[in-house]
């Protein structure tokens, strides 16, 4: 039973104003490490913390309350001057912020939160007692630590000077070693404590996942799945976005009377012109209050993409710190707004990019010095509107990607052949790394290097009805373009026929569309192809796509474009382009249909996935694109 019967809502009103607070306070944190004496910064963040543990106290939560207030009177101590920011300091704090987002998960499970973890509850009021926290960088000559049984509940490692020992009480608290700036990884390794015989290793920790070290027999707390599903389920709508859809719920209750009318007057027999002009006036406001609807509706699904982007420089400043890296996230765009359901499914994409961009993209110290680069390395995330699609752009200024290299590594993974490598242009080399199992590195490690992250990445954006789109120039950077529909809720179709049965195609593949002269069509390989502008295409089949009886060859084509391939997709004829409501197959969904949508006229259109059905057409599809592109080089 849950810990918190009868006070359901006021839980879940708590814990969605605390969750966008402890982002805010993460962001300003972040902030503040590169500009310490801003006051204003601290008073914002002590302020954040105070609502939160005032909430918590509310609800009766003492160990978040004691963790919130540890950590407040940090906050305390530094605006007053008292204390002064270190690198060491902030870890402290950020695991503080971790171990409150641990606990939201736990309090959104309906059960009080455990109490923090005792290195970490030492760790603040030694450091409150003592007034600062002992600088990594005031001992870089301290010999190795040597490797030694975890200290024991609520007491602090000493060094070998007497003093606390931050590498130890880091690694306690975290679960990772602490690296420290100007040390490389391997000699952080190298003071890291070692692990208790027969131990596991645990992996580095998500940014916000549970706390990573767990009390003995403690159980798991399902919090963070059951936050995810309340999070899914709700959604924050601008009162004006309401006040607009009531205005026009009552237009058209309005409207509906006066179509009520006249429709007595017809029945009556009141049939003369101006009761039909009056008809038609009606029905004609109804069309545009229908649509005026239809998109106030659409917006209350739209949020701003900056309550996504807010936990992103946490995520790269704690990897950068990991990695001994002087990394900054810049955001722009964050006011962008997004299909809600959308966001949700971004977070991993963005996610992967991020940190990949943080720990392949950008070089250590050492290597932007000798390049005569910036000690301090940029990441940029942007979101902007272009048309009826969503830009995400993630930059960073960094080493670049080499397609040789690429296609080389794809080849000794065994993931292409050689002779197939030989005829990718610079586009199809980048676009490798999307393939499962493709890593330039040759060891993998906790942040990466098991070939899993980029598929992930392309998976996910395909299933958004997307695309990801990479440029690279070695020495100078990289950048990943992802396309996205404005919304998921209505997709722009072409309606092709196959006979007088219509299909919907996403818009967003279709480049043309064109006649197919059969006297034009070449065979290469034993498959159809055609020549558009010099361009060299295979010719797919609908009715072959779908399995269906061809009685005879197609009339028109469509050229389509996905991430990785362009083709002629043959038809027989076209009904027009729509803006298709999606409405989805929940108990039964057959290959390749992504959803159904109705006509005007009350006819049900399946709407076609043209990613899957191409699935089982990409060895022949590749193939013939290796074959034409042979074929235009000699």
């Known amino acids: 039973m849950s810990d918190f019967a009868g006070m359901e809502d006021l839980l879940q009103d708590f814990l969605q104003e605390a969750h966008d607070l402890l982002s805010d306070v993460d962001n300003k944190l972040v902030d503040l490490e590169k500009n310490p004496e801003d006051r204003g910064l601290l008073n914002d963040i002590f302020r954040g913390f105070h609502t939160i543990k005032g909430g918590a106290g509310f609800l009766n939560a003492t160990e978040l309350v004691t963790l919130c207030h540890l950590t407040e009177n940090l906050f305390d101590r530094l605006r007053n001057s008292e204390m002064h920011l270190t690198p060491e300091l902030m870890d402290l704090i950020m ?104 131990a596991t290793v645990t992996p580095v920790p998500p940014p916000y996942g ?67 002009h009056a008809l038609d006036q009606a029905v004609s406001q109804l069309d545009l209050l229908v649509s005026d609807l239809q998109n106030a509706v659409m917006k209350t699904r739209m949020q701003p993409i900056g ?13 950068a710190r990991q990695l001994g890296k002087d990394v900054e996230l810049v955001l722009a765009g964050e006011e962008t707004e997004v299909d809600k359901t959308m966001i949700e499914d971004l977070a991993d994409p963005l996610i992967h990019l991020i940190r990949n961009a943080v720990d392949h993209g950008v070089e250590g110290p050492e290597e932007r010095a000798a390049a005569g680069k910036p000690a301090k ?34 080849v000794e993974k065994g993931l292409i052949s050689e002779e197939e490598a030989n005829t990718l242009d610079e586009r199809q080399s980048l676009n490798l790394i999307f393939l499962p199992g493709f890593s330039t590195k040759t060891q993998a ?34 950048v990943f373009i992802i396309s996205l529909p404005l919304t998921l809720a209505i997709l722009p179709v072409l309606l092709v026929l196959l006979g007088d049965q219509p299909f919907a195609l996403p818009l967003s593949l279709v480049r043309e569309i064109l006649p197919v002269d059969r006297s034009k069509i070449q065979e290469v390989g034993g498959k159809e192809t055609l020549v558009v502008r010099g361009e060299i295409l295979p010719v797919v089949s609908l009715a072959k796509l779908l399995g269906w009886p061809q009685e005879r060859p197609a009339d028109y084509g469509v050229l389509m474009q996905t991430a990785e391939k362009s083709f002629i997709l043959g038809v027989d004829n076209f009904a027009g382009r729509d803006d298709a409501v999606i409405k989805s197959l929940e108990d039964f969904r057959p290959r390749g249909v992504a959803g159904v949508t109705t006509l005007s006229n009350g006819q049900i259109v399946l709407i076609l996935d043209m990613k899957e059905l191409l699935a089982d057409m990409g060895q022949h599809l590749d193939s013939d694109s290796r074959s034409l592109r042979a074929l235009e080089v000699h």
């Not at 009162?239 to 009556?268: F, H, M, P, Y």
């Not at 990441?379 to 080493?399: P, S």
């Open 95 to 198: 695991a503080a912020t971790k171990g409150v987002r641990d606990m939201f998960g736990e309090l959104s499970g309906g059960v009080q939160p455990r109490p923090a973890d005792d290195a970490l509850i030492a760790a603040l009021r030694h450091t409150l007692e003592a007034g600062a926290v002992p600088g990594a960088a005031a001992a870089p000559t301290a010999a190795p630590v040597a490797a030694s049984a975890p200290a024991a509940a609520g007491t602090i490692p000493a060094a070998a000077d007497g003093g606390p020992d931050w590498a130890v009480l880091h690694a306690a608290i975290t679960g990772v070693p602490a690296v420290i700036p100007h040390q490389t990884p391997a000699a952080a390794a190298a003071t890291a404590p070692a692990a208790p015989a027969g």
């Open 210 to 276: 549970r706390r990573a070290v767990d009390k003995p027999g403690a159980a798991v707390p399902a919090g963070r799945r059951v936050e995810e599903r309340v999070r899914e389920n709700t959604i924050r709508v601008d009162t004006a976005r309401l006040d607009q859809v009531l205005n026009l719920s009552g237009e058209i209750g309005l409207t509906k009377n006066r179509l009520t009318s006249l429709r007595v007057d017809i029945l009556a027999g009141k049939n003369d012109a101006d009761t039909l």
């Open 307 to 319: 309550r996504l982007f807010q936990k992103y420089p946490r995520i790269a400043r704690d990897l």
């Open 377 to 410: 390395s940029l990441v940029r995330l942007e979101a902007r509107q272009e048309g009826d699609h969503i830009l995400l752009i993630i930059a960073d200024d960094g080493r670049g990607m080499s397609a040789e290299r690429i296609r080389a590594k794809a």
């Open 445 to 478: 490690s906790d942040v990466s290097g098991r070939g899993v992250g980029m598929d992930v990445v392309k998976t996910n954006i395909q299933k958004l009805n997307g695309s990801v789109e990479i440029r690279s120039e070695p020495s100078k950077g990289s």
